[in-house]
């Protein structure tokens, strides 16, 4: 039997948002020079953001995304138009900073932490943090992914490096991933976490043809029969059907719950992790700040299993953490809109007489 030790003790030690701080964060807005409640989803964020940290004045001074990249086994089945070595080539481009998600990050002034979590191939590039726990997963149309004690491990590794930037002081990170292959891992996932039709579930990824999409679509199937992975166990679904990076983002937004901070999801890999995160433990979905709706087509059914409403629709499929600078952006926008805008008293207007556009 494995131990889960760090696993154990953190969904042990999340609790519920702070309730009295986010009703002051409420009354604050509801102080300002403007309709009450005009300002919509910028005030409900801010309002969330005060029940994590238990203040409302915060500030997103320090900000991190990690980039989990691992490889997958599935691949040798033909779900992706891109070879496996482009996992590897990413993730070192990663490392130099010149991929989308770290171009966007370097505008919003975020670091970018690379971890390799499972690459195939060995890397000697020094802004990799080596948290190897094999060279890929095990193709799942013949067997598990992972094992179980291996899928644990996946999600302690995030845990860990969650842990570790919040004791270095970041307020916020954001999810990310590399690995060529993981659009099919999400996909399953979702279609047994979240009992969907693989119809539903599983896009073209990277571009594929529409003889590829029903390769990727049975390639599916097959994993699922071959495993027959519990839905009520995200452990065993990770094991037999997912993949080391969603196992470390997993860990990410278990970090951020157990660490009273925020933690911004990306598009649907992203989302496929936060997924499992909250299958175990519930109360990890208030840490979470969904940034955008990806154009990938299970997407949209990835949040109504979620019950988010992500910020942005930006018809964006990348992947990384890309969406995660356009969320920062935002968030810190609304604090300090929060922070600066005045209020009715120093404007000499009377807010009673106006409308709570909130009950609307």
Request: net charge negative.
């Amino acid at each position: 039997m494995f131990k889960l030790n760090l696993l154990e003790k953190t969904l042990k030690s999340i609790s519920p948002l702070d309730a009295e701080a986010m009703k002051l964060a409420r009354d604050k807005w509801d102080s300002l020079v403007k309709p009450i409640g005009s300002l919509g989803q910028l005030e409900e964020m801010t309002i969330k953001l005060s029940g994590i940290t238990g203040s409302v004045d915060n500030e997103l001074n320090k900000k991190a995304i990690v980039v989990m990249c691992s490889d997958n086994g599935v691949v040798e089945e033909g779900v992706s138009s891109a070879p496996q070595e482009f996992t590897m080539l990413l993730a070192e481009s990663m490392a130099r900073k010149i991929t989308g998600v770290a171009t966007l990050a370097e505008f919003v002034n975020a670091d970018i932490i690379t971890v390799d979590i499972g690459l195939k191939g060995k890397t000697d590039n020094m802004n990799i943090i080596n948290k190897k726990i094999a060279g890929g997963t095990n193709n799942f149309t013949k067997t598990r992914a992972m094992s179980c004690e291996d899928a644990v491990k996946s999600i302690e590794i995030g845990i860990e490096i969650g842990d570790m930037l919040f004791k270095n002081n970041y307020d916020i990170i954001g999810a990310g991933e590399l690995g060529i292959g993981n659009t099919t891992t999400s996909a399953a996932i979702l279609s047994v976490l979240g009992e969907l039709d693989v119809e539903i579930t599983c896009g073209k990824g990277a571009g594929l043809t529409d003889e590829q999409h029903k390769n990727k679509k049975e390639v599916i199937l097959k994993g699922i029969e071959v495993n027959k992975p519990d839905k009520e166990d995200p452990i065993d679904v990770l094991s037999k059907v997912g993949g080391f990076d969603i196992g470390g983002m997993c860990g990410l937004f278990l970090s951020a719950a157990k660490n009273r901070k925020p933690i911004v999801m990306d598009g649907f890999i992203s989302s496929a992790a936060a997924l499992c995160a909250i299958k175990l433990n519930s109360l990890v979905k208030e840490y979470i700040v969904p940034s955008h709706l990806s154009h990938e087509p299970g997407a949209q059914a990835m949040m109504e299993v979620l019950g988010f409403k992500p910020m942005l629709n930006m018809e964006m499929r990348l992947g990384e953490g890309s969406g995660c600078p356009l969320a920062f952006q935002i968030l810190d926008i609304g604090l300090h809109t929060l922070k600066n805008m005045g209020t009715f008293e120093e404007a000499s207007i009377k807010g009673e007489v106006l409308v709570n556009i909130r009950e609307k």
